[in-house]
């Protein structure tokens, strides 16, 4: 639960303050590492994305076995044409 506290030195002790400081410390730290946490499940996900839907065929593998390179089909503006 968080809670709001009023920063009024004048009621608090600089004990209390000290504690209050400490935990909203704590709290930003645990905040940047569920991020950061979050940050690389994400990028395991893709990668295991990419990892499943990679293709594996007979024209890949001639591709690869001859060096071959595939011939993108331009326009005389350079766009890439496909279809």
């Known amino acids: 639960m968080v809670q709001v506290y009023e ?9 209390q303050l000290y504690l209050i400081q400490q935990a909203e410390i704590r ?3 645990a905040l940047k590492r569920k ?5 690389i499940a994400r990028a395991k996900r893709a990668e ?3 990892a499943k839907h990679r293709v594996n065929t007979r024209y890949f593998k001639n591709l690869v076995q001859n060096n ?3 011939k993108v089909k ?3 503006y350079g ?3 496909r279809g």
């Open 7 to 15: 920063r009024n030195e004048k009621t608090l002790t600089s004990k």
């Open 27 to 29: 709290h930003e730290r």
């Open 35 to 39: 991020r950061r946490e979050e940050r």
């Open 48 to 50: 295991r994305e990419v």
């Open 68 to 70: 071959l390179m595939v």
């Open 74 to 76: 331009t326009d005389q």
């Open 79 to 81: 766009n890439v044409q």
